[in-house]
């Protein structure tokens, strides 16, 4: 069996901590820099990081590509961008390429005003985004959800879900999308609700895997909607 090809660096300025096993992954922490430092917010010093929270403010552009988090390190973060009118998140852009999330991630209500940057993140745990509000894209591609995935009553400008992979629930019910909305080669291994979402553009769910139950009760499609070559269970 050959070996499986080692990960490239990232594009972005990176932390290099080094990992578990130096020798299999040479590159280390992929986690982008904090600004003004050489680490990612996950290796900053406590002091460093304390400072860091303190100087964000609601609505402040974030960037944590490649950062691994914890459910005490996420929560730091979310609390320094909280509204303290509404107590829900409120980020500019936030950008978590390729993150990890160690246990439950918490967007409930959150509200980005920039791009939501997910693309090939893990969650381990549930990732909750109920009744979030993604102004422009909310960005999932490659994104991989290990636990339970909840976007109940979410709304979206585009959603790019393209070769997500939800190997629990996905919940997507009364979701509202007022652009395009892609889950093309998406996989769905446990049971995808779509029920009472609404699609005002088109919707794109060609290739997709539902090895489990698809539910579209009652959802509202107001342009193209493609299933072309999509796998259901029978």
Known sequence: MFPRPIPPAPPWPYCGQPGVN??????????AHVPGHTTCLAHLSDTDRRAYLAGLTPGADID???TLFIPLLLNELLHAVQDPTTGFVHCGEALFETATFIGAAKFERATFTGEAGFEGATFTGPARFNEATFSVEGVFGETAFTGHARFERATFRTAWFERATFSRD???SAVRLSHSAWFRW????GTAWFDEALFRRGAEFSEAAFTGLAEFARAIFHDDVRFCGTTLAV
Request: charged share 20%; net charge positive; aromatic share 10%.
């Open 22 to 31: 130096p020798a299999s992954d040479p590159v280390g922490c992929r986690g």
């Open 170 to 172: 996905a919940r997507f």
């Open 186 to 189: 998406a996989t769905f291994t």
């Open 64 to 66: 944590h590509r490649g």
